[in-house]
């Protein structure tokens, strides 16, 4: 495996545990705390998948994923909430918005790594 997966969580113990989960595989993983510094990552590096948390200071994860939808490289790249939140309503905010596949939190690892896997290789 290889590839660069962008984590955008508020929580750096989710994003460390996603570190953790995908880096023996191959993927090099980069944080963000927030949709705003996600965006200006995003821009700055190779990104193969990006996994958003929802709810967040600054930017939340709708926000963030209709702004990286705006881009001409985020049209393509997939977008995987990793969210609290079971709501079918967000969940159908999430879809409008531009995510591609809604997993809920506390997670599992070997989900995560299946789902990365068939969407960033």
């Known amino acids: 495996m290889s590839g ?3 984590s955008v969580d508020d929580s750096k113990s989710i994003r460390d545990m996603i570190e953790f989960t995908l880096r023996p595989l191959g993927y090099r993983v980069i944080g963000a705390e927030d949709g705003s510094v996600g965006l200006g990552k995003f821009d700055s590096e190779p990104v193969n998948l990006v996994i ?3 709810n967040m200071p600054v930017m939340n994860g709708i926000d963030f994923i209709r702004a990286l ?3 001409p490289r985020g049209a393509g ?3 995987i909430m990793l969210t609290t939140e079971t709501k079918p309503e ?3 905010a999430g879809r409008a918005a531009g995510a591609t596949g809604w997993i809920n939190k506390p997670f599992d690892s070997s989900m ?3 789902v990365v896997k068939k969407l960033a290789g």
């Open 77 to 79: 790249v997939p977008v």
């Open 69 to 71: 939808r705006k881009t």
């Open 112 to 114: 995560l790594v299946a």
């Open 90 to 92: 967000l969940k159908e």
């Open 52 to 54: 958003t948390d929802l």
């Open 4 to 6: 660069t997966i962008l």
